[in-house]
């Protein structure tokens, strides 16, 4: 192995193995804290300066062994070092990066189901739990609701009972809480109406 690759690999694994580690300490922050304050427990507001200002330098040490190798680069004008160091720390982020925004699309997606008129018309009642945000896209894809006549909506999704959200549409169906990485507000299909005739439907949320 020549110099080269060796720098690059030991050096990528250093920033891998850098990552980790300070991602641990950040994720177990508090804990950790209260370790060194000699209590079994604190709140993120409880922690005195000397703690943040730690914390801080903890989150400061990749960019700190950065500049250090930068400085070393250019005095010895070996590049291979700080490339696979910052390297590593970019393809670190990434893969956390992937991991957090891709597992609520896979799991999105594994957890759809074809559409079922029974159980679709089942969550107009009350302690609805939410199983048409699963449904709907194999609804959407597989029926055209635009240009149905009221009752046959009606037929195929039930009257949805009354809701405050979205007073302009004619039709509101709850399907279920949001997907995605932050699941904090709900989606709904709304459907709107010319007369007796659809002539809009889509997912929205709140």
Known sequence: ????????????LFGVATFVIILWVQLSWLQIAAFLMGRDG?????????????????????????????????????????????????????????????????????????????????ENRRGAEGVRVRMVDDLLRRRRLVGMKRAELESLLGSPPPTPYFRDYDYVYWLGPERGLFSIDSEWLVVRCAGDVVVSAEVVTD
Do not use: H
């Open 1 to 12: 192995m020549t110099r080269r690759n060796a720098d690059a690999l030991k050096f990528g």
């Open 42 to 122: 604190i709140i993120f507001d409880e922690q005195p300066p000397w703690i943040r200002a730690l914390a801080s330098g903890v989150a400061a040490v990749p960019w700190i062994i950065g500049a250090v190798l930068l400085v070393l680069a250019i005095g010895r004008r070996r590049w291979i070092p700080l490339l696979a160091f910052g390297g590593a720390q970019l393809v670190c982020i990434a893969g956390v990066l992937g991991v957090l925004f891709g597992t609520p699309i896979v799991k999105d997606y594994a957890s759809r189901t074809a559409f079922d008129s029974s159980r679709w018309k089942a």
